[in-house]
């Protein structure tokens, strides 16, 4: 049974680099038709999609400017691990982000489309001076 655990910096300084990763472990980043996916969650909002990399290493990303024009998602396969990079942090990035493996997805331009079907347990960043 695949498993996933973030970690991570809890705490980031405003206009700074948040940088998490996601090890994945009782399966492999590379399997086949499955993706490796980012969501955060706010202080009393819902989940929102951040972005994901597929089996095959493509990436795609939330559309709306203010999240794909800061973020990159890459891995390192060698260790099953992947990673989110989200720069310019404001305060309103501050939420619980999530990390799941993504099966049965489509993806468009507008986004990605799937089953999440394995997840981490989160991991809470700050941002605050």
């Known amino acids: 049974q695949v498993q996933l655990q973030e970690s991570g910096p809890g705490l980031v300084k405003p206009s700074q680099t948040l940088s998490l990763t996601c090890t994945v472990s009782?399966?492999?980043?590379?399997?086949?038709?499955?993706?490796w996916t980012w969501i955060r969650q706010a202080p009393g909002k819902g989940l929102e999609w951040i972005g994901l990399?597929?089996?095959?290493?493509?990436?795609?990303?939330n559309p709306s400017v203010e999240i794909k024009s800061r973020t990159s998602i890459s891995w390192d396969t060698s260790k099953n691990q992947f990673f989110l990079r989200m720069t310019s942090v404001t305060p309103e990035d501050t939420a619980r982000y999530y990390c799941?493996?993504?099966?049965?997805?489509?993806?468009?331009?507008?986004?990605?489309?799937?089953?999440?079907?394995?997840w981490g347990q989160g991991t809470q960043v700050t941002v605050s001076s």
């Open positions: 799941a493996r993504t099966a049965d997805y489509f993806c468009t331009g507008y986004g990605c489309l799937g089953e999440f079907d394995s």
């Open positions: 990399i597929t089996y095959e290493g493509s990436t795609h990303y």
């Open positions: 009782g399966g492999s980043v590379l399997t086949t038709h499955y993706a």
